[in-house]
Structures are given as C-alpha cells and as structure tokens.
C-alpha cells in the first residue's frame, strides 16, 4: 500500500482550549489513510505527548512533537 505524505500541525484536546480532536480518534483515521508522519503541536503545554507516544510503534506512524509556548511579563 502507498504510503501518503500530510504535512499538517495538530494540536490535541489540552491544547489550551485550541482543539476537541480525540487522539486516538485522529490516530486510527491516520492509520485508515496511510499516513505515514503526524506532527503534534500543541500550545502551551506537552502533558498527552507521553500518553501519544505508544501509539507510535503500534501504529506504525512516526511522530513529530513540537510546542508553541507564549509568555507574558507581569
């Protein structure tokens, strides 16, 4: 089966209230249309990037972690 290239930026559910998408949800979706790289990038926090990481190798996917961090000075 081919493999598809998606270049896209996800953030997860506590992405600071940017998304409501389910990872495992989104995962089995990436798995149905092979899609080989997801790149989560989530802002302000990486608390699920540990609860992602085992789909990784089940999957067969490869994963990209990024964060957007902002800071504001008192």
């Given at each position: ?73 008192n």
């Open positions: 089966m081919e493999k598809n290239r998606a270049e896209l930026s996800v953030h997860t559910k506590l992405s600071d209230e940017l998304s409501v998408l389910e990872t495992p949800t989104l995962l089995e979706a990436s798995a149905e249309h092979c899609i080989s790289t997801i790149a989560f990038t989530n802002f302000n926090n990486v608390q699920d990037f540990a609860n992602i990481a085992p789909y990784e190798k089940r999957l067969g996917v490869k994963f990209v972690y990024g964060v957007k961090v902002c800071f504001k000075q």
